[in-house]
């Protein structure tokens, strides 16, 4: 079957075709993959405005649509199933997405398949490098969410870890920001990091051992001893707020809450020194989420290890994260970068996966801003 996937959840209208192969090890292939990225729309804002997001996705989707088939080379005709991001997200932005699969679907008389957003980012993997080693513990690391999974099989999801605060890539979108370098903050701070001195500036790495943050919650089906689940929780806002507190000292303290007056070409200080802050800065994030994930995966016997999720383009961290599963002896599985950031294909991947188990969605589901991180 080839199935249609649309994807509208943040600031990228996607829609991709993606087939069913037969091959149980390799069980989908991409047919085509379009992302009308609004990075340009929103850059003049320094981050997502909702409204013209969801704005821009009825502007962009009927062509992003067009343009998945023709790529592809396959009529509607030819599509079996349409799958769609339905949360979590921007409501708004899911909106525009959830109707127009819905309408597609509908008026062809096929099945619509509604998607977890991480559940794309995870099957990223899989659409990617085939079925992983089971079990895989699986850092899905983005804009909006910075979670770990097990999968104790292919299309289980248990939820492991989470950050306590701010995503990974919201601490880069923050604090790229606050350092002038602009909107999208990930990529900006991974180019500029590459002539920093990573161990330039030591700042405080998020521990999460303390007695007054160990306060007990439930462990997933107590998968993990309570002491090791609250160990591999994450906390980027007291990063995010070093790197401010040093902004300011080096700048001459700006108001509160403000970010340093950025210079006519917008950077707040000299570039090396943003080069050693974005490195330092790069290094405590990296560390924080590959000492968590391989912390989990030994604990859970894990045969291999994903990272999904935007942040997962971010070139230190696959390198660093190859050298460590080289060091531990497991396999580690990142996806290209086309497949790391936003796209359908991924959500087509989960949508195949979800119909083969459990079918169609019915017509009345609808988008959510919020979709519990538990996936089942
Ligand atoms: O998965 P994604 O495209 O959208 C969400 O689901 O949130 O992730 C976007 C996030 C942004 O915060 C962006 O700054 C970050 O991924 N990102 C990166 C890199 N490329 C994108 N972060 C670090 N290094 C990168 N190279
Ligand atoms: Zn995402």
Not at 33 to 62: F, K, M
Request: glycine share 10%; proline share 5%; aromatic share 6%.
């Amino acid at each position: 079957m080839r199935l249609l996937a649309i994807e509208t959840s943040c600031d990228e209208t996607a829609a991709a075709v993606v087939a069913e192969t037969g091959d149980a090890v390799r069980p989908w292939e991409i047919r085509s993959s379009i992302v009308a990225s609004q990075a340009a729309i929103h850059r003049e804002w320094g981050g997502v405005v909702p409204e013209l997001a969801s704005r821009q996705h009825v502007r962009d989707i009927c062509g992003v649509f067009e343009a998945a088939l023709a790529d592809a080379a396959v009529t509607l005709e030819e599509i079996g199933a349409v799958a769609v991001t339905q949360g979590p997200g921007l409501v708004g932005s899911l909106l525009v997405g959830v109707a127009f699969a819905k309408a597609l679907a509908w008026s062809r008389g096929i099945p619509v398949v509604p998607v977890h957003h991480l559940a794309g980012h995870i099957e990223s993997l899989t659409l990617a490098h085939g079925e992983l080693p089971m079990p895989a513990a699986v850092l899905v690391v983005s804009g909006g969410h910075t979670s770990l999974y097990l999968i104790p099989e292919p299309g289980q999801y248990r939820l492991i870890g989470r950050t306590r605060d701010d995503a990974a890539g919201e601490a880069y979108d923050k604090v790229a920001k606050l350092l002038g370098l602009g909107y999208p903050g990930g990529p900006a701070i991974d180019r500029v990091a590459r002539t920093g001195n990573d161990r330039a500036i030591e700042f405080p790495a998020a521990r999460l051992t303390h007695a007054d943050r160990n306060a007990p919650r439930a462990t997933a089906d107590g998968l993990l001893p309570a002491d090791i689940a609250r160990r591999i929780d994450f906390s980027f806002s007291g990063l995010k707020t070093a790197v401010l507190r040093l902004v300011r000292e080096r700048t001459g303290s700006p108001p509160a809450g403000k970010a340093a007056a950025a210079d006519s070409t917008g950077a707040v200080l000299p570039a090396s020194e943003i080069a050693d802050i974005c490195a330092s800065f790069q290094r405590v994030v990296v560390e924080a989420l590959l000492d968590r994930t391989f912390e989990a995966a030994r604990w859970l016997g894990a045969q291999s290890v994903g990272i999904a999720g935007g942040v997962s383009a971010n070139s230190r961290l696959r390198a660093d994260a190859a050298a460590r599963g080289a060091r531990h002896g497991i396999p580690v599985f990142i996806p290209p970068i086309a497949l790391s950031t936003d796209n359908a294909a991924m959500i087509g991947a989960a949508g195949l996966r979800r119909f083969r188990s459990a079918g169609a969605g019915s017509w009345d589901f609808n988008a959510e801003a919020s979709l519990a991180l538990e996936l089942r």
